[in-house]
């Protein structure tokens, strides 16, 4: 499953790359963090179902989000009428 | 013999002209005589005199302009009745042989006019067909709309004729590629390996949502932030983080467009941090951001109304209150109902209350154009094939914004959804509604509010 997880912004990415083997995460297609806020970041990751229980008390996570697909809004597929 | 209509005008000095042409007006049989004396010594040529139309007297031009200290016609303007006056010639309305047309004009103190066939010009305004009392349109759906009648609809000539046409503002749009070919695409960002700005098919989503811009805006530019493979909450947080990045570096783009978002939603009890329940979600956020930079972020409701749900829409999805639910609920962006141009609402068109601020949808815009599909278009394709879904309205509306812009710069992303709805025509029950928010956006509308 794909997740979100929001970070401090100072945490040493080498740590963070052990840690995620640890939870059996990897980042998804080689995904950098992304700056959120003042002192977060958000780094996109491949990792078990249960990842929010396995980081639950873990100082590194401030919290993991799903990182769900979508769908385009136009109800029949690019140009065809509404099914 | 073939018979033609004309106007044949011969001397008559009437001292009292009015008087008797108000009389002549008042019978038929009166006029007609009145006619036949007028033309008697023309009887010769077979003229019949019509009573489609009494005898008009014709005046001199020296009585019309007022002889040296008279006003002549100019007195009519008080508000006090006139003099009469005298009449120089008169016309008379008649039929006679085409093989005789010529000798009647020959004849001396006859001018032979054409009494040529004219039309009504066409005053039913496309607005006229447009019911502000709403409706609903579902599946068959009503035939689409050509471009120039959403643009009549919109009122955009009246930014245009002031030199306004969306020119020097840029719009963001987040979605499937565009295909720069076409579009005037002259930026954007795309992770390095993936498909770059600009290099998608003309056939893609994102191209129809460009196009769709461009129905205001014919002079915006596009940035063009692709998602790899389907959007996704990951991809659109890469990408508003993109468009944050530009923003910082240059101020643009001015508005961005997002014609995407979810068609099932899992139930809170398995995932509260689903950004459709959480509305600190990262990518929630990230929008935030954005919009906090100045940029105005538009975003789709979604097609998962109640009356003609899209296929795929998940029963958690469809339904007020279901589906207008993530990032498009958000109090910060702009979120864009679908209506077709006789202003009923499509009935996939999502319904709100937002799930995160209520009053959503904002607004609505028009959806079903042939814009990049249909006969004639850059993606091609026949009757059956045009732009849909609230994919099309959102752009549509961008595309009003960006307009707006051209005209007004420095416009904040609130003073831009203020101004839309200002100048919104509110359908159905007077203000807010969960159908179509404060109902669709008209260009000239705002355009004249934010200038009055």
């Known amino acids: ?83 | 013999m073939a018979k033609v209509k004309v106007l044949v005008e011969v001397e008559e000095s009437q001292p009292e002209a009015f008087a008797v042409s108000a009389s002549l007006m008042e019978s038929e049989d009166d006029a007609v005589r009145h006619g036949e004396k007028l033309l008697a010594k023309l009887a010769k040529l077979g003229l019949e005199v019509l009573d489609d139309v009494a005898p008009v007297p014709m005046f001199a031009p020296e009585v019309v302009a007022g002889a040296e200290d008279e006003e002549g016609f100019a007195a009519f303007a008080a508000e006090v009745e006139s003099d009469d006056a005298p009449s120089a010639t008169t016309v008379v309305s008649c039929e006679v042989d085409r093989s005789k047309l010529d000798k009647l004009a020959a004849q001396p103190g006859v001018t032979v006019w054409p009494n040529s066939e004219m039309a009504f010009f066409p005053d039913e305004h496309p607005f006229d067909l447009a019911r502000s009392s709403g409706g609903l349109d579902c599946r068959p759906y009503l035939a689409p709309s050509t471009i120039a009648q959403i643009r009549t609809m919109l009122g955009v000539e009246a930014v245009w004729n002031d030199g306004f046409r969306g020119q020097n503002v840029i719009v963001g749009v987040i979605d499937q590629g565009i295909d720069g070919t076409v579009y005037p695409v002259v930026g954007g960002f795309a992770r390095a390996g993936s498909r770059q700005p600009g290099t998608a098919s003309i056939q893609t989503h994102g191209s129809m949502s460009a196009a769709n811009v461009l129905v205001a805006a014919p002079a915006a530019r596009l940035y063009d932030y692709p998602f790899l493979g389907l959007p996704s909450s990951g991809g659109a947080l890469q990408m508003f983080q993109a468009i944050l990045d530009q923003r910082r570096r240059d101020g643009t783009p001015h508005v961005t467009n997002s014609s995407y978002g979810f068609t099932f939603v899992p139930p809170q009890s398995s995932q509260p941090n689903h950004e459709a329940w959480n509305v600190d979600h990262p990518v929630n956020r990230k929008v935030r951001e954005v919009v906090a930079s100045g940029a105005t972020a538009f975003f789709a409701a979604g097609n998962c109304g109640s009356d003609c749900p899209a296929q795929g829409c998940h029963a958690s999805a469809i339904g007020p209150g279901k589906s207008i639910v993530a990032s498009n609920s958000l109090a910060e962006v702009i979120t864009v109902a679908a209506v077709n141009r006789h202003h009923q609402r499509l009935g996939y068109s999502a319904q709100g209350p937002g799930r995160f601020a209520e009053e959503k949808p904002d607004v609505a815009a028009y959806s079903h154009v042939y814009a990049n599909f249909g006969p004639g278009r850059p993606a091609g394709g026949d009757e059956s094939r045009f732009d849909s879904g609230t994919s099309t309205a959102c752009p549509i509306a961008a595309g009003v914004a960006a307009l707006l812009l051209s005209a007004v710069p420095d416009l904040t992303p609130e003073q831009v959804r203020t101004a839309l709805i200002a100048g919104a025509i509110d359908l159905g029950q007077p203000g807010w509604d969960a159908e179509t928010g404060h109902g669709v956006i008209n260009a000239a509308a705002s355009y004249n509010l934010m200038r009055s």
Do not use: K, N
């Open chain 1, 1 to 83: 499953m794909r997740w979100l997880l929001t970070l401090r912004r100072d945490v040493d990415r080498q740590d963070l790359d052990a840690r995620l083997a640890d939870w059996g995460c990897r980042p998804s297609d080689d995904a950098e963090p992304i700056p959120l806020g003042e002192d977060e970041q958000v780094l996109a990751v491949e990792g078990p179902d249960d990842l929010p229980d396995r980081t639950r008390d873990e100082e590194l996570v401030r919290e993991v989000f799903p990182d769900s697909e979508m769908s385009y809004f136009d109800p029949g597929g690019s140009g065809r009428p509404p099914g």
